[in-house]
């Protein structure tokens, strides 16, 4: 989970910051230097890094849109996969949870899921919502509208709505994976078909919008073009060794959630920092102020799962 920091790290961390405070007064000067995708603001990269000290009366509580599974009661889906919630639908204002990781607006939930040795689901039909599979760890079968895919670390499975399936642990270790719930639009025309895409196969992504988050060395896994319903980019991100990622922040209708597969992090969220440990994410608050980064203070790379709807979506 996220702790507090050493000294040491601390240290290092502000000096970070305030070097990249500098860069980029001098890279981006007083104008407004917006990033659009699909033609619509989603965040900006102008320095406006808040110089008032934190105000815990006012300024959002960083810690409510941090969870972990591995502090979340199981329950089972889906007959017999057992999961574990990271973070989930908000009850009302996200921007102020009634509860720890009640902070998702757009998404109905993240979760990490396992189904045991040699088990299978129950055949499920989703409605209202697709399912986003992202297998860690074990192999298995998937099974849906007549057709089958092996499925194992690095394999995605976008499973559509009003499409029967069921999933089939073949090996004897668990298999492990990280789950999204996406809600789609009623005019929405989901996939005849369940998408399989391998990590392991696919490149990194030519940068894009994105040349100006300065680490991030990433994979397109999933977009609208896809058969996305709401969410516009699922996808996973490395930092290589002693990197850290452009500071920036986004709008009101975004919903951006950063989870750690691998490795050990700084998330910088707000004027807070905390240490990212494999198994917890955090959403970005989306006030148009809060801005957010991870930084990599370790020797090796790190690898973190992303989800995103901007603001140019059409929820």
Not at 4 to 13: C, D, F, Q, R
Not at 53 to 68: Q, V
Not at 98 to 121: I, W
Not at 191 to 212: S, T, V, W
């Amino acid at each position: 989970m996220f702790h507090k920091l050493t000294m040491l790290s601390l240290v290092i961390v502000f000096a970070i910051s305030a070097v990249s405070f500098i860069f980029l007064s001098d890279v981006f000067g007083d104008d407004e230097d917006v990033i659009k995708v699909s033609g619509t603001v989603a965040f900006t990269s102008k320095n406006e890094l808040d110089f008032r000290p934190l105000d815990t009366e006012n300024d959002p509580d960083i810690d409510m849109f941090i969870g972990s599974w591995k502090h979340s009661i199981p329950f089972n889906i889906h007959g017999s996969i057992t999961e574990r919630a990271i973070l989930s639908k908000c009850a009302g204002d996200p921007l102020k949870p009634e509860r720890k990781g009640a902070v998702l607006k757009y998404t109905n939930g993240l979760s990490h899921a396992t189904l045991d040795p040699h088990a299978s689901t129950t055949p499920s039909t989703l409605k209202g919502e697709q399912e986003i599979f992202y297998i860690t760890s074990g192999k298995g079968v998937v099974k849906a509208g007549g057709k089958m895919a092996e499925i194992r670390n690095g394999i995605f499975v976008l499973m559509p709505a009003e499409l029967e399936f069921t999933i089939t642990n073949t090996g004897d270790e668990p298999l492990i994976m990280y789950l999204v719930r996406e809600p789609v639009p009623e005019s929405f025309r989901p996939n005849r078909d369940m998408l399989i895409k391998d990590e392991c196969a696919m490149p990194y992504r030519d940068q894009g919008y994105l040349q100006g988050h300065w680490a991030h060395n990433g994979k397109n896994i999933f977009r609208v073009e896809d058969g996305l319903g709401t969410l516009e980019a699922v996808g996973v991100i490395t930092f290589n060794a002693m990197t850290i990622g452009h500071p920036h922040k986004y709008f009101a209708g975004s919903e951006e959630v950063w989870t750690a597969l691998k490795g050990t992090s700084i998330a910088w969220i707000g004027k807070q920092i905390r240490v990212q440990t494999p198994g917890t994410a955090y959403m970005v608050p989306p006030d148009g102020e809060i801005m957010h980064t991870n930084i990599n203070l370790t020797n090796k790379p790190i690898k973190m799962f992303y989800f995103l709807k901007s603001t140019s979506s059409n929820n």
